[in-house]
T-cell receptor, first 114, second 113 residues
Framework: DADVTQTPRNRITKTGKRIMLECSQT?????MYWYRQDPGLGLRLIYY???????NKGEISDGYSVSRQAQAKFSLSLESAIPNQTALYFC?????????????FGPGTRLTVL | RKEVEQDPGPFNVPEGATVAFNCTYS??????FFWYRQDCRKEPKLLMS???SGNEDGRFTAQLNRASQYISLLIRDSKLSDSATYLC??????????????FGTGTRLKVLA
């Protein structure tokens, strides 16, 4: 089984709808991240969480919110989806105690907002 | 100027060729460096960390040049399975800064039979 899983893997929704993307991990890592990837752009950080009580905005948090329900679960919500939120979304985890704080990514969620 | 820049490619090379990619970064205080591999529409996967002394993993060699602010990836004896996009990642200096990955847009490699 994959260490970092994301659901759904693909989602098509309409403008104005609320949508939640979920991420779960079995790696036991404290740190979790949400990124989006757009063609021609590098991955950009939306939100990150160092533990259940520590949630921080990344460089492009507007229009998004997150919830860290447990060490293993980190959800990303789009309260009112808009077309320019169409992108590939990745969740990642890391463990700073491992030295390099290497990030491990989930398989991604492809979101289309019509 | 972008914080991390890569030639987008594509680099089209025949099987067995040697190919090298460079990645430049703008923040001279950057702390950690990585190469990730990303297959089409899949998640990025760590290929290798880049150490100051340079490091090698099989056919892959990574180098860091702090003076000129670039890292490089050399792939020897290219295989068809090496076809992918290679992402350069840099992290800033700071006690908690290692979490902050700054990604390049990636260099696409196509290995041709």
């Amino acid at each position: 089984d994959a260490d970092v899983t994301q659901t759904p893997r693909n989602r098509i929704t309409k403008t104005g709808k609320r949508i939640m993307l979920e991420c779960s991990q079995t790696k036991g890592h404290d740190r979790m991240y949400w990124y989006r990837q757009d063609p021609g752009l590098g991955l950009r950080l939306i939100y990150y969480s160092f533990d259940v009580k520590d949630i921080n905005k990344g460089e492009i948090s507007d229009g998004y919110s997150v919830s860290r329900q447990a060490q293993a679960k980190f959800s990303l919500s789009l309260e009112s989806a808009i077309p320019n939120q169409t992108a590939l979304y990745f969740c990642a985890t890391s463990d700073p105690g491992a030295g390099t704080d290497t990030q491990y990514f989930g398989p991604g969620t492809r979101l289309t907002v019509l | 100027r972008k914080e991390v820049e890569q030639d987008p490619g594509p680099f089209n090379v025949p099987e067995g060729a040697t190919v090298a990619f460079n990645c430049t970064y703008s923040n001279s205080a950057s702390q950690s460096f990585f190469w990730y591999r990303q297959d089409c529409r899949k998640e990025p996967k760590l290929l290798m960390s880049v150490y100051s002394s340079g490091n090698e993993d099989g056919r892959f060699t990574a180098q860091l040049n702090r003076a000129s602010q670039y890292i490089s990836l050399l792939i020897r004896d290219s295989k068809l399975s090496d076809s992918a996009t290679y992402l350069c990642v840099v992290t800033p200096l700071g006690t908690s800064g290692t979490y902050k990955y700054i990604f390049g847009t990636g260099t696409r490699l196509k290995v041709l039979a």
